[in-house]
């Protein structure tokens, strides 16, 4: 009576189906590049906020310096008082339209590499499932050959 060895059975089915480790490379590779693209968004962002808030600030303080220079007539310092609060408002609406257009342009170029993302990954997940499907195809094929061989024996 022949005994079935089920272990090396198992051996010969399992190194039939390959694992190949290339898609898992690949999606860290990805992910890799899809961080450093929205890192260097982010940071052009906080670079071009802070380069506008610094001139904000100079702006601010160039006027400031105007409205407390010492006048002739009180009404002067109404005066300056006024023009300061006028131009003041002027400045903050021309600076936060500039906020807002820099919000815009992060929100756009985020928008852009997360639909090239999601259609690299779509590509991608295609490719190893079709892949995978024919790895799998062909193991499972061999496995069959294996076994029908270590039953006849």
């Known amino acids: 009576m022949a ?4 272990t090396q059975m198992m051996k010969d089915m399992m190194s039939n189906f390959p694992m190949d480790t290339s898609s898992f490379e690949s999606l860290a590779k990805s992910q890799a590049a899809l961080a450093e693209k929205m890192s260097a968004v982010a940071i052009e962002a906080a670079q071009k906020s802070t380069d506008l808030s610094a001139k904000w600030m100079q702006d601010t303080l160039s006027k400031l310096s105007n409205m407390t220079t010492a006048k002739a007539e009180p009404a ?3 005066k300056a008082m006024t023009d300061f609060v006028s131009s003041s408002a002027e400045s903050t609406a021309e600076h936060m339209a500039a906020f807002a257009d820099i919000a815009k342009r992060v929100q756009t170029e985020t ?8 259609k690299d990954m779509s590509e991608d ?3 190893a499932a079709r892949k995978a499907t024919n790895d799998f195809a062909a193991a499972a094929k061999n496995g069959a050959q294996v076994t ?4 006849n024996v």
Do not use: C, H, I, K
């Not at 928008?111 to 999601?118: P, S």
């Open 3 to 6: 005994s079935t060895d089920y």
């Open 76 to 78: 002067d310092y109404a």
């Open 111 to 118: 928008l852009e590499l997360m639909l090239a993302a999601g």
């Open 125 to 127: 997940m295609t490719a």
């Open 148 to 151: 029908s061989t270590s039953t």
